[in-house]
């Protein structure tokens, strides 16, 4: 079955507000990571995080290995946020990462 | 810093016929290798992860015959799409890992678009 639940699957936000993106996880995982998808395609990577919080500018990420969660919070939403965000997460370095389902975040004026 | 470049970007191939993509590894030592795929509107699949000195492992649903991976060193990698038709477009990237004795993050590259005509 799916190992990563990312939810909700879209979300629209006015410019200025936030809101937050979370990954559930099936199995016990070691690290999560945190990209952004552009609309190149290109995949932007925010986080890499094997325990606790981390931030950056308007972004702060946490991992919960232990409940076995993540969670990806944006602030302050700027047009440029707008965009398909994924986590992906591995429980063994032997293996590759399994990603979530994707969160299409637009981001309106 | 860790970088992943892939070759090419973009490619254009006729059905039937093949197509081979590099991933390199700048900055790090590449000990793990992981191929995915991203099919239109769609998450990212995991294909195979190739580890230095050892086997390369398929997921389910993906063989070597179809695409076959090179594993030479621990800063380069290929793959190839042999006899690519039109379930397989889409965005193709690798992401590289120095293992060592902890979880490391994986660093991806921009990836190559496979578009099948």
């Known amino acids: 079955g799916d190992q990563v639940e990312q939810s909700p699957s879209a979300l629209s936000l006015h410019e200025g507000t936030g809101s937050a993106l979370r990954c559930n996880f099936t199995?016990?995982?070691?690290?999560v990571q945190w990209f952004q998808q552009n609309s190149r395609g290109s995949l932007i990577n925010l986080f890499y995080?094997?325990?606790g919080t981390k931030e950056n500018g308007r972004l702060k990420s946490t991992f919960n290995s232990k409940e076995s969660y993540s969670t990806l919070h944006i602030r302050d939403a700027q047009l440029e946020d707008s965009g398909t965000y994924f986590c992906?997460?591995?429980?063994?370095?032997?293996?590759?990462?399994?990603f979530g389902l994707g969160t299409r975040v637009s981001v309106f004026p | 810093g860790a970088l992943v470049y892939q070759y090419p970007r973009r490619t254009i191939c006729k059905s039937g016929t093949s197509m081979r993509m590099e991933c390199q590894a700048v900055g790090f030592q590449a000990t793990s290798v992981a191929w995915y795929r991203q099919s239109p509107q769609k998450t990212f699949e995991l294909i195979a992860l190739s580890t230095v000195n050892s086997a390369i492992k398929y997921e389910q649903n993906f063989t070597q015959e179809k695409f076959p991976i090179s594993h030479p060193n621990l800063s380069f990698s290929s793959m190839t799409v042999l006899n690519a038709y039109l379930e397989d477009r889409g965005l193709y990237l690798c992401g590289a890992r120095d293992t060592g004795p902890n979880y490391a993050e994986q660093f991806f590259g921009p990836g190559t678009r496979l578009t099948v005509l």
């Open positions: 995080l094997a325990s």
């Open positions: 199995t016990t995982m070691r690290a």
């Open positions: 992906a997460a591995g429980y063994n370095y032997a293996q590759g990462l399994t």
